[in-house]
């Protein structure tokens, strides 16, 4: 279909599984190590991720990981270990702010930062983990981690020249998609957003091969294979000012991916929700976050950093959430 398929699997996708192997209580709350909500949330989402947690959980990494110094999947490993396998409430995450300039340069340890930057710098860094010591990795086996094994799926871009009618079709790897909310009500209508043909006209000309010369088009991206676990930010910040959206954006529980997909025609691509970060504050640049996740007892749980606090499905779907997590 244009896309190069991976020279090598580093990882076997059959071996991933979306189950948790062992069901339990919810684990430890996270210490506040000053100005740290934003680590803890994304520490707690990731925790709670069951393909995630199954494979730290089994310490096949830390086996066979000669890194020297920072290594984020071993830290991570090391991470959920702690937190659902030791009897303790609270759990200090220290070797994550320690090692913070490693994750993400912006970061400080004493200084507030923003979820969805460190959810994505955290993942980025666990994917270089998992490259480590593999020299010569085509592009198209780097999607073949772990990582991306559970968090990656292909957008594919088609750019139709509006004069002449040719098409080109790109695809580009993702562990996130960012939504537009300003118009949206509703996590569906931002998605139908995402999926809607785009204008090229302007500025935004392409050139077309066949025309050869700048031509006004339509571009059209949609989700071309779907991930394991699709994440979701909701951007709620207006403009670079740090202007928030604050208002409700409605969420499902269970999330049909096929409408969106470049194929609509087939079975429904069932998600379910098990994960959401909520900022609370009047702008994107202060406030606090907490989060919700399902914990492997099924039931879901309010982590706002030390405290763990048993809720219910209605006041998890009632959320301003900025970050979703649905698994397949």
Request: with cysteine; aromatic share 10%; glycine share 6%.
């Amino acid at each position: 279909e244009g896309m190069a398929l991976p020279q090598r699997i580093l990882f076997p996708p059959e071996e991933i599984c979306m189950d948790w192997l062992q069901r339990q209580r919810p684990g430890a709350g996270l210490c506040n190590l000053g100005s740290t909500c934003y680590i803890n949330v994304i520490l707690q989402c990731l925790t709670y991720t069951p393909p995630l947690a199954n494979y730290l959980l089994s310490r096949d990494h830390s086996q066979l990981c000669h890194r020297q110094g920072f290594c984020m999947m071993c830290i991570m490993e090391a991470h959920v270990r702690k937190v659902l396998r030791s009897s303790a409430n609270v759990i200090w995450p220290r070797a994550v702010v320690r090692d913070l300039k490693f994750i993400g340069e912006e970061f400080e340890p004493d200084m507030a930062g923003d979820a969805y930057e460190f959810l994505r710098c955290a993942l980025e860094a666990m994917q270089r983990a998992c490259l480590s010591g593999s020299s010569d990795v085509d592009i198209s086996s780097q999607t073949a981690t772990i990582v991306h094994q559970i968090f990656g799926g292909f957008l594919k871009s088609r750019v139709t020249c509006l004069r002449c009618q040719a098409v080109s079709d790109s695809y580009k790897a993702f562990l996130h998609v960012l939504l537009d909310i300003k118009a949206p009500s509703s996590l569906t209508t931002a998605l139908e957003d995402f999926v809607t043909p785009k204008k090229l006209d302007g500025k935004y000309c392409l050139k077309c091969s066949k025309c050869e010369k700048k031509v006004t088009a339509s571009k059209r991206v949609t989700v071309h294979r779907v991930p394991k676990v699709f994440t979701v930010c909701l951007e709620r910040a207006a403009d670079h000012t740090g202007k928030k959206i604050s208002k409700i954006v409605e969420y499902p529980e269970y999330l049909d991916l096929r409408p969106y997909m470049s194929d609509t025609a087939g079975e429904p691509l069932l998600y379910s929700l098990y994960a959401l970060v909520v900022h609370s504050g009047d702008t994107c640049l202060d406030g606090h976050f907490f989060c919700y996740t399902k914990a492997s007892n099924g039931l879901w749980y309010k982590m706002d950093d030390e405290s763990v606090d048993n809720c219910g499905i209605h006041t998890v779907l009632r959320q301003q959430a900025y970050l979703l997590f649905y698994a397949r």
